[in-house]
Nanobody, 123 residues
Framework: QVQLVESGGGLVQAGGSLRLSCAAS????????MGWFRQALGKERAFVAT????????LYADSVKGRFTISRDNAKNTVYLQMNSLKPEDTAVYYC????????????????WGQGTQVTVSS
């Protein structure tokens, strides 16, 4: 069990950058692969990126590959999502979540979720 809290969302112009943070509670953070998902209005929650326990392996959705970077700092119990070259279609509520194996790209394989943080990209 892990509790997650996202932060860093906001309003940004197209082409801009934003960094999201996800702070985890507990001392077992490093035991879990972590993922980022997003959910736009009227759409299903979709996979964005995932990272292995040690941070040595990552996987990205095609829609964000080359623009987004997932990373983690286990000493700080925090996972990050650096978002560059943002597009209006990136507008969504972004969620972090934990899984028990890597890689997982469907929301059904993630057990614990944060409350989400809104990202809005204006054109």
């Amino acid at each position: 069990q892990v509790q997650l809290v996202e932060s860093g969302g906001g309003l940004v112009q197209a082409g801009g950058s934003l960094r999201l943070s996800c702070a985890a509670s507990g001392r077992t953070f490093s035991s879990y692969p972590m993922g980022w998902f997003r959910q736009a209005l009227g759409k299903e929650r979709a996979f964005v990126a995932t990272i292995s326990r040690s941070g040595g392996n990552t996987l990205y959705a095609d829609s964000v590959k080359g623009r987004f970077t997932i990373s983690r700092d286990n000493a700080k119990n925090t996972v990050y999502l650096q978002m560059n070259s943002l597009k209006p279609e990136d507008t969504a509520v972004y969620y972090c979540a934990s899984s028990t194996s890597f890689p997982q790209v469907t929301r059904y394989e993630y057990a614990d979720w944060g409350q989400g943080t809104q990202v809005t990209v204006s054109s």
